[in-house]
């Protein structure tokens, strides 16, 4: 044979309140809660933070504190923390990084408590305040600069889809982050949005000069601008006759960003504020991008033409399932010879009521040619079953989960936003199985559901990014466990060292070089694991350099 959010969770971290810790903990740096999870110590001399490199060992950090706490305190944090630091490239940096980040919040938290004539040290209300304030801090610069992929940060995928043991903190520290940061804002006008949206780079620039706009979007927390401009666009949809609508090609303006754009925004965002509020507390950036589906379409292909059997398709991560219909989309590949590959969209003749699904434009760079990939795009795929796990799996049927990933969709992506349309009504007609939960719990009975003689074809697209490291091995773990008992095949289109990496050694990625995404396999027949390299893909179903190889 010649040749994967939005997802995974395990058990949201807490904090511990009175009696814990006990008395006589006061002053010791670090030590285990009584579940055996690791935890942040806040002696009243200084601030231990934990970051162990494997579970039990620590390293302990400090900062003055003693004013504003007293007596000591603890954040307990999912075990998987010191996994998630130890397993990565420049876990050093990333303690040292935390210290400052607590002797940062530690200042903080002082002149506030004196400004405020905030009640003695040891009381509840003060403790609550300074574990909200650090782990705010301390999981902002994880998820910022540590666990995430940089290679994934960027307004497409699912950033806060952090998976296992992360997520639900960083929804709940949204909620209690004082203030947004501005060089947030200020990185996301200059260097995200630079040439694909000057709506958004003008936008991102005014809040980061306006302290009053920031406070609005607190609940999102840092690094979690996306979110900010989703949930505007989000609530504009319902007021699509407000002045700043006239600004926004998404519902039918073509005013160019001027100098009355601002006094509009701000009204809007003030004058919603509340709406706006909400949306950030409950709300990911949880998009599906359908183009997608035309990078894994010659996968799927080269999988069943290798295995001579129908394929169970399964999508780890898979938001509203639109990656799970390849066989119904259409598809046009162009090459740099100017030739063109085409496949319509799939309409059954027993459908009484056919949706079109759209076609897919994606192209090719690379030495593939129209006639190499032909035979991988043009023959039908056998499905046999479809089912997309998921930890908030989306119904693309419901108006509000559509009017949201519509609002995820930047203003300017007329294109974007016509193919996501399409692909939910076509999805809506057709509904596939989406199952909630951690699919490291899951995986095993949607791999059973699989009926012989198809082999379940599992996959992941922009997904394990999101995990952390632990989260990383035991997906690893698991599907090897899988692909012992039966023959299954997993693909994969994720950044190389989270992807197909996570198998095989490969290459380090060259990190002054754009973001490229690895499309890979792993196969499993009678008990014997082969890998491949499928090529390279960029962001977004941008392109596809097809290039198989067995590693």
Known sequence: MPEPPSSMTRPAPTVAASPWPPDDAVGTPVFGAPDGTAVICLPSAGVGVMAGRTPGAAVGLTAPLGAVVGRAM???????????????????????????????AAGELEASAKADSAPAPTSTAVQARVVNKLRVRIWG?????????????????????????????????????????????????????????????????????????????EAAGDGH????????????ADHDDDPLAAYYASFGGDRAPDAELAKAFEAF?????????????????????????????????????????PLGLIEVGTSAGLLLYPDRYGYEY?????????????????????????????????????????????????????????????????????????????PEEADRRTRLDAALAMASRFPARLRKGDALDILPAAVGTVASPAVPCVFVSNTLAHFDAEARATFVDLVRTLGARQDLVLILKEPESVGLGLFTPRPAADPSAPPVESLGAVLFQAGRERCFSLG????????????????
């Open 225 to 236: 601008v996306p979110l900010c401009f989703a949930a505007v666009q989000r609530v504009l």
């Open 74 to 104: 603890v954040v307990v944090v999912a075990g998987t923390l010191g996994t998630a630091v130890g397993g990565l490239p420049g876990a050093d940096a990333v303690v040292e990084e935390l210290g400052a980040v607590v002797g940062v």
């Open 334 to 410: 162009t090459f740099g010879d100017g030739s063109v590959l085409e496949r319509p969209p799939t309409v059954s003749t027993d459908d009484r009521d056919p949706v079109p699904a759209p076609t897919l434009r994606c192209p090719i760079r690379g030495t593939a040619t129209a006639k190499t990939l032909a035979p991988l795009v043009t023959k039908d795929l056998r499905i046999s079953s479809r089912v997309g796990l998921d930890v908030n799996p989306l119904n693309p049927a419901d108006d509000e989960t559509r009017a949201w990933l519509r609002a995820q969709v930047w």
């Open 141 to 217: 610069s994880l998820f910022n600069r540590s666990i995430v992929d940089p290679a994934v940060r960027n307004h497409g995928e699912r950033r806060p889809g952090l998976r296992t043991g992360c997520k639900a903190l960083a929804k709940e520290s949204r909620s209690t982050v004082s203030g947004m940061c501005a060089d947030s804002f200020r990185n996301f006008a200059t260097s995200e949005t630079a040439g694909t949206s000057p709506l958004y780079a003008a936008l991102a620039q005014q809040v980061c000069d306006d302290p009053q706009l920031r406070e609005v979007f």
């Open 269 to 309: 965002v003030l004058g919603h504020r509340n709406q706006i509020a909400e949306l950030l507390a409950n709300r990911d950036t949880q998009s599906n991008e359908p183009l997608r589906a035309a990078q894994l379409r010659p996968a799927f292909g080269w999988a069943q033409a290798g295995l001579g059997r």
């Open 536 to 551: 390279t893909a960029g962001p977004h179903g941008a392109w596809l350099d097809w290039a198989p190889a067995m590693l």
